[in-house]
């Protein structure tokens, strides 16, 4: 690696002892300065390292007139010599800590205002919209640049490891066309047709198919995709997908490859542990039924445990209730929590509120083994113990129940799961537990708009001795479908896909396309697959996601280099922003008179 | 590698006569059919090669009998075992040549109609809008799929040679901002912030900058780029580049760095060679006297001679006019042309009369020393000689000269020399020439807008002591610039930048741009400039062009997946494209009724 360039000939993290007496060149970014028994010493910062700089009026009169006048963040220049640091003075947590550079030179490269955060010191809260409206100097901090380093090195491998096994990385459009389908396009006017618009790509589903077709055999592609949603959770914009597919595959091959390349990417950048290999194969109904949720965190247990058949029979309204409604009755147990207090079980209540539940049913087992549960009062205690030993409750544990709709139910458990993992000091952080859920229904129906959906996208296959279903059973057919889970993370979900025009035309029927529609969007496709489509299936990881958990931050801005904010606007650039008249009128637009609201 | 998958246990390309006796699974593509003496050949196809499958009744009845029922690009199944050709019928060229797979059973996979035009034929001629129609057919045909994998393998190296550099590759974002500056931009209308927009970035520019203040050192990204122009010549809406950055560097570094990696990239992806390393430095004024253009194709000769000096000796009139008018007169010889036909010469006269010339005039030396030209009429023999002299014309040789400005007389000059090369077979299809052309003024003077432009970008650096020129001198001030050309082709640009934001201003204001101007469009880039920017430079490298030149290609569109027509239209998949009202709405946009015009 030859990081040697016209202005310095070592970076500011290289030297160590074994460089004593090299003369060096270094140039950087002034960490710290401090003027200590009528010398200076200048902590001098690079992406690589920071290196001491020694500035002794002695040695160079010139140099320590130079360093004096430097603030932080001046850029400069050092021409000096390395020096073992005196014994006692050696800074164990820096690379370069054994020695410093004595300054022969300093040359000032370039100026800098007092930064309205500061670089060196990362302990202190900055407001994010100060930081991404500043992002040249948040990058600037080791947290940041260190983020950018791991992506950096997480997409290459990724890379490395496909390229390795014959995939080709082809680039699709960006401009690509408008599908009403799925969620809302960015739209992007056409100058030379009037009234017609390209769209950017949600994903490149469609094109990865058709390279499929055209014989390319295994594609892939780290892909930006675009969702005009509103931003709720952590969403950009803008994200980035490794985006993937292959020919002649069953669901077991791509997962087979995704996994390995998921192990490689873990052992290749992170000191992380993996929980548990071969990654675990749930089904969705499962792990709906134990974790609530299809995204399950499996690195630690507190099973969710269902109890409707034995939750009926005392004369508790708020469980007779609930099932009367077709709802369920739902448990967790949580280890030494009986002696919560009254205040701490509010808390919990609150919670699952904001969730949706009515509330919360606790039952405390206290250590003696007394019981501490409004249920007492309206279930026999048999009927108490059952559901007891169903939760496997033992003396000191808390156990708490949600009675109301299944989705209520599950939603509200798996948060408090959570929540009470993270009490309960279940997680370890250096722990990634991966799993795959799979078995999922290939649709869903959609009460409001009277419809069937597709549960991950239209494209997805089916289990062949179910294709007969779709006329007579549609919600219990199996997709060739599966979700890639990491610490309760979906990072990413794919399927073997529908390779037969009538097939897909079918699937389009179910969600009450009509033929026309069915032509205008998505003609080419079904033409396509009448040119001889090879059985073919693929999958999409979030890049962003994955970083994220990588880097154990909590937010994919702190991965991304230039993000928006909550509200899709850039701070830095300051955008979205008017544009001229007449860039409108290239495009043949005129803005709506704003109604006031 | 492993690229066995469910449907298959080996690829069309790798069975060899090692593999005799071994039992296979092949799935591909039917590339061919052929029925003689009683058996069934299949010539079937995958992207890795061409395995020729026997069926022989006596063999396996079934198999004999599906294989009888399939047709061209129908995907089948094949299980059998790989037997050694009969001596004489082996194909050397193919890998596969020597051996053939006798099956025990086919399965069709799935059936295809007759494609539009034969995929296994290549010789036959295509209409281009009907091969991006079917570009998933197209795509399967060995010259497109070689352009693919092309184009994924020079990628890759760009990356594995970059990332040993330390470079890090960073995304930056494809929804910016809009800056009137340059080419026009592609919008993005905002629904949240009514009547503003986002635009697609012509290039990362301004962010990759950043990335330097944000002391990242060394940056590149294979970026997508966007400029809605007119589409004249080989262009596309969308391409894209390798963009990198540097800091703390010169001209040289950047020039070093990029000659490294082209010289890797050849040997690594081509069998090509190499004209001349390290890559001859031209400045452009040499360029544009010697070839008439700033992206010469140095891998001939033909020099372009000024004989503004010696053509007004005489009475000729178009020499004297076009000399009056400030114009100049220019020649090239053309060795061994004189004895062309006037029909020829006339020929000759029009192409330069399509690029502007009023015309040529020519001077045939003939064998025998006699010379046929219209100066002979003109001018003094002696002052003719000089002149044949100047271009060191020899007997048999044919001189052609343009009398016109300085502009349309290298024009019109340029492309003959590029012609005449081609005529006289002084190409060599395996040959790359690489030149650096550098010396470039920072600026140059728009008559028809009345104001300074950037040569390159705004943000090119220059000579540290023509700065003071900015006053008095503008045009005389020598950018930090340097392009690459490759076989006459411009593949790449950049510079070492300015870094100080009063010299940045500076720059701006020669451009008419007034203060409220480039606060509103370069006010983050000024401010950033003041927090310690860090000398830096960089190049962008057009990787569609670099690709189309490695291919042997004449237009980038054959090394796009998916491109777009001269008229940026999506013949595959139909865009742009009308949206739906609900659409428009959520943007706060209307059509503005089409004007007939």
């Known amino acids: 690696m030859a990081f040697e360039v016209h202005y310095r000939t070592a970076t500011c993290g290289e030297l160590t002892s074994n460089n004593v007496d090299r003369p060096v060149t270094l140039a950087g970014w002034v960490n710290r300065r401090r003027d200590h028994g009528g010398l200076i010493f200048l902590d001098v910062r690079d992406r690589y390292g920071i290196t001491q700089v020694v500035c002794d009026p002695e040695h160079s009169a010139a140099a320590h007139k130079a360093a004096s006048e430097v603030r932080s963040e001046y850029v400069i220049q050092i021409q000096g010599t390395v020096k073992k640091r005196l014994p006692g003075t050696e800074n164990p947590n820096l690379s370069t800590g054994a020695i410093e550079v004595l300054a022969d030179q300093i040359t000032v490269l370039n100026i800098s205002r007092t930064p309205p955060f500061p670089i060196s010191n990362e302990a202190s809260q900055v407001d994010e919209s100060l930081r991404l409206k500043y992002r040249y100097l948040d990058l600037r901090r080791p947290r940041m640049r260190d983020n950018m380093i791991l992506r950096h090195r997480i997409v290459k491998a990724m890379r490395d490891y496909l390229d390795e096994r014959g995939f080709l990385e082809i680039e699709t459009p960006i401009l690509m066309k408008s599908t009403p389908e799925g969620a809302r396009d960015y739209l992007v006017p056409s100058r030379l047709y009037p009234g017609e618009f390209y769209a950017l790509p949600q994903s490149p589903q469609q094109l990865k198919q058709l390279l499929m077709v055209a014989g390319l055999d295994r594609y892939f592609q780290v892909a930006r995709c675009f969702r005009d949603e509103d931003q709720r959770a952590d969403r950009q914009p803008e994200f980035t997908q490794l985006d993937l597919e292959m020919s002649f595959v069953s669901e077991d091959d791509v997962m087979q490859l995704i996994e390995g390349l998921l192990i490689f990417l873990v052992e290749k950048t992170t000191g992380k542990r993996i929980k548990q290999r071969p990654f675990p194969r749930l089904s969705f109904k499962e792990v709906m039924d134990r974790y609530g949720t299809d995204h399950p965190d499996i690195r630690f247990d507190l099973p969710l445990v269902e109890i409707s058949d034995l939750a009926g029979k005392g004369t508790f309204g708020v469980f007779n209730n609930a099932l009367a409604k077709k709802g369920i009755v739902k448990g967790i147990r949580v280890p030494g929590a009986a002696g919560y207090s009254r205040k701490e079980v509010d808390e919990l209540m609150e919670f699952a509120r904001t969730y949706g539940a009515k509330g919360l049913v606790s039952l405390a087992i206290q250590p003696n083994g007394d019981l501490k549960s409004p249920l007492t009062k309206f279930m026999e205690p048999a009927d108490i113990q059952a559901i007891i030993e169903r939760l496997e409750g033992k003396p000191g544990d808390l156990l708490l129940f949600v009675a109301d709709s299944e989705k209520i139910s599950n939603d509200v458990l798996w948060r408090l799961r959570v929540l009470m993992a993270e009490r309960l000091k279940l997680i370890d952080p250096e722990e990634l537990a991966f799993c795959w859920v799979v078995d999922f229904p290939l649709l869903h129906y959609n009460e409001e708009e009277q419809r ?110 230039f993000p928006k904010t909550q509200s899709a606007q850039d701070l830095l650039m300051g955008a979205p922003a008017p544009v001229e008249e007449k860039q409108l009128e290239d495009l043949h637009l005129t803005v709506r008179p704003t109604e006031t609201k």
Chains 1, 2 share one sequence.
């Open 452 to 561: 069937y959906e597709a549960e991950h996208n239209p494209f997805s296959g089916m289990e062949e001795s179910h294709i007969e279903r779709l006329d007579s059973d549609p919600l219990n057919v199996r997709a060739k479908q599966y979700d890639i889970i990491c610490n309760g993370y979906e990072i990413g979900g794919g399927s073997v896909r529908i390779n037969v025009a009538e097939l897909q035309r079918k699937v389009f029927s179910l969600m009450n396309m009509n033929n026309e529609q069915i032509q205008e969007q998505f003609g080419h496709m079904l033409e396509a697959f009448e040119y001889g489509a090879p059985p073919h299936g693929g999958i999409a990881l979030g890049i962003d996601r994955l970083v994220m958990i990588f880097a154990d931050e909590d937010s994919i801005r702190e991965v991304i280099a």
